[in-house]
């Protein structure tokens, strides 16, 4: 559980180092880079431990996927509320078959 609950706090950290510049571009690019670097320290944070964490209980590959779906909910949460950008029904096919994609990796 911990292994989600720091991916979790490590992807808030990322969308926002990665996507936040977005609604303001008056920010000149060299700042925007350094507050992104800035803020990406402390994905890196909390991305490591709950790597190390949950390597043994997961794979790889599962560490992975688990990282890309929740990457994923935090996006489309911080791109609706913060970016105000609306999910269409083409989001929502392809993040159902993503989803037949964590099937597939979990299955024995």
Request: aromatic fraction near 22%; glycine fraction near 4%; charge should be positive.
């Amino acid at each position: 559980m911990w292994t989600i609950i720091l991916l979790i706090i490590s992807n808030i950290f990322m969308t926002f180092a990665w996507y936040g510049h977005l609604k303001d571009h008056s920010v000149p690019m060299w700042k925007a880079i350094a507050i992104s670097w800035g803020i990406a320290f402390f994905e890196y944070c909390f991305m490591i431990p709950a790597n190390r964490i949950g390597y043994g209980k997961f794979n790889a590959f599962q560490l992975k996927t688990i990282q890309e779906v929740i990457t994923l909910v935090i996006f489309v949460v911080f791109s609706v509320l913060y970016l105000k950008e609306q999910v269409r029904w083409n989001h929502i096919v392809s993040f159902v078959f993503i989803l037949g994609a964590v099937y597939f990796m979990f299955k024995k």
